[in-house]
């Protein structure tokens, strides 16, 4: 017994950590958010033990007795004391418990206007993420699809925006959820202060695949996160082999290029992810599958059936100019 117990605390314990919990921050927001989390556990706690000690206590009195029938009036006079203080109390743990919870929902709500703050814009799509790094002269300016690169220390400003319905963006290590609604834009501020990689994830449902709506995030150093801009600023590699360079042909003038761009190639679609540097990423298909020439090539193949609903048709190829596509965007490191 004594060990399932000590399992089950283990198991509640490790819970908390990971690289999809609120419970686990990693920034400034997320950690405001933890600090009112605890703050209701403690005051909640206490009532909780509190309650179910007086019940213990009336319980034990009334054991024996036959009928529910009232005591004498000085007792009830003690009673209506025990209850102003019970309500007393009460009162008291509501107002810390609505102070707290205000003060961080402000807090976390007004913008801070911070001039170095790193503009980025995320836009919202059934079912991907449009990410736009905003920073510095436009000539800076570069997108990439579904992962967010932040340096460590540095106020993200994050401009969020829907092309369809509405969803939520949602990094619980990093921050609570906001929503991306259509026709309006939302801001949110991230200050992220441990590194490592996180998950986001739509918190709104918004359609089909809803659930396969995720965001590779990572939170690297600085330097790192400056080298990583570098390397996005650039164009697309170009083909070093002779089936690469089918490959980028068959990219331009199959209907791939008519949703999705490559930055260097003749394709500069907006309906479907950027995907300049596609292989560089971690997973495909918005979090549906680990980043690999293989599932990249399932993907293709047949969206349908990976991802139920997913706005990309399939485009028929031969295998070898399946084999050839594949060969040139798994080259776009
Ligand atoms: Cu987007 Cu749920």
């Known amino acids: 017994m004594k060990r399932l117990a000590a399992v089950a605390v283990a198991l509640l314990l490790c819970g908390c950590e990971g690289m999809q919990s609120s419970l686990d921050p990693a920034g400034d927001q997320a950690g405001a958010i933890r600090g009112v989390f605890d703050l209701m556990m403690w005051v909640c706690g206490f009532m909780y033990l509190l309650v179910v000690g007086f019940l213990a206590w009336a319980l034990w009195r009334g054991r024996g007795r036959e009928s529910f029938e009232p005591e004498a009036t000085a007792h009830d006079r003690k009673l209506e004391g025990a209850l102003a203080v019970w309500a007393g109390i009460i009162v008291v743990g509501l107002t810390v418990l609505i102070t707290a919870s205000f003060f961080v929902d402000r807090s976390l709500a007004s913008t801070r206007n911070d001039p170095n703050a790193l503009a980025v814009k995320v836009t919202a799509y059934q079912w991907w993420w449009r990410v736009e790094y905003h920073d510095g002269s436009t000539d800076q300016w570069f997108e990439t699809a579904n992962e967010i690169r932040l340096p460590?220390?540095?106020?993200?400003?994050?401009?969020?925006?829907?092309?369809d319905v509405i969803h939520s963006f949602w990094i619980p290590n990093l921050s609570g959820k906001i929503d991306l609604i259509p026709g309006r834009t939302n801001w949110i501020d991230i200050t992220p202060r441990r590194e490592g990689p996180y998950r986001g994830q739509c918190a709104e449902f918004c359609g089909f695949q809803h659930a396969h709506m995720a965001l590779d995030v990572t939170v690297v150093s600085p330097a790192e996160f400056e080298a990583w801009r570098r390397r996005q600023l650039y164009e697309a590699r170009k083909p070093?082999?002779?089936?690469?360079?089918?490959?980028?042909?068959?990219?331009?003038?199959?209907?791939?290029?008519?949703?999705?761009?490559?930055?260097?190639?003749?394709?500069?679609?907006?309906?479907?992810?950027?995907?300049?540097?596609?292989?560089s990423r971690r997973t495909i298909a918005a979090g549906t599958l680990p980043y690999s020439r293989g599932a990249l090539a399932g993907w293709i193949a047949d969206p349908q059936a990976l991802k139920p609903g997913a706005r990309m048709p399939a485009v028929p190829l031969t295998p070898q100019e399946s084999n050839a596509l594949l060969a040139y965007l798994d080259s776009l490191k």
């Open 240 to 279: 070093t082999t002779p089936e690469q360079a089918m490959g980028k042909a068959i990219f331009e003038n199959k209907p791939c290029a008519m949703c999705h761009r490559i930055d260097g190639a003749e394709a500069a679609g907006r309906t479907g992810p950027n995907l300049t540097h596609v292989a």
């Open 152 to 163: 460590a220390g540095r106020t993200a400003r994050i401009q969020l925006a829907s092309n």
